[in-house]
T-cell receptor, first 117, second 110 residues
């Protein structure tokens, strides 16, 4: 158990809908990362938050948004869903992440499997 | 952008050492190399990281070349439970972005 909690584990929805994925980081971790993994693909970095502020953005679509709350949990919002958004979405957390040169071990949650029908 | 290159797949006999290479020729001087593995569709699991020196922990050893352009993850006595996709990742210089490549699918054979 990594200590990172993601809910829900599975989500089935229809095209055009909006969903929210939730992530609770490990106790004490200030950084949260979101990744997308499509079928048989590697992990694509979406976005990072550090202590409530956006720190880095990857290949995140404009239909997707995220935030990190004062209690450090994070939510990833996916809207106007398309079939191609079906994927595993992972959240990771780390203690560091506030300094670009610091070592930064990320601990991953079990993921949310999103199916868009 | 920082990029890692790994062979797409490897086989290893159970009980033998598995050596997984990674090329990260664009790594900048102060960035760490991290190794993770993903078993089936579970969340990636941290294995080891290194900067310049070779590293060893209870899971694996990491050998980094002197020029830091490549590294090798060594699982000294592979077991069937080590069958997974192994990723080496680096951070894009001067950013907070991490790049996961497509990884190496290691199959440990009985």
């Amino acid at each position: 158990d990594s200590g990172v909690t993601q809910t829900p584990k599975h989500l089935i929805t229809a095209t055009g809908q909006r969903v929210t994925l939730r992530c609770s980081p490990r106790s004490g971790d200030l950084s949260v990362y979101w990744y997308q993994q499509s079928l048989d693909q590697g992990l694509q970095f979406l976005i990072q938050y550090y202590n409530g502020e956006e720190r880095a953005k990857g290949n995140i679509l404009e239909r997707f948004s995220a935030q990190q709350f004062p209690d450090l949990h994070s939510e990833l919002n996916l809207s106007s869903l398309e079939l191609g958004d079906s994927a595993l979405y992972f959240c990771a957390s780390s203690v560091d992440g506030g300094t670009a040169l610091a070592k930064n071990i990320q601990y991953f949650g079990a993921g949310t499997r999103l199916s868009v029908l | 952008d920082a990029k890692t290159t790994q062979p797409p797949s490897m086989d290893c006999a159970e009980g033998r050492a598995a050596n997984l290479p990674c090329n990260h020729s664009t790594i900048s001087g102060n960035e760490y190399v991290y190794w993770y593995r993903q078993i089936h569709s579970q969340g990636p699991q941290y294995i080891i990281h290194g900067l310049k020196n070779n590293e060893t922990n209870e899971m694996a050893s990491l050998i980094i070349t002197e020029d830091r352009k490549s590294s090798t993850l060594i699982l000294p006595h592979a077991t069937l439970r080590d069958t997974a996709v192994y990723y080496c990742i680096v951070r894009v210089a001067r950013t907070y972005k991490y790049i996961f490549g497509t990884g190496t699918r290691l199959k440990v054979l009985a």
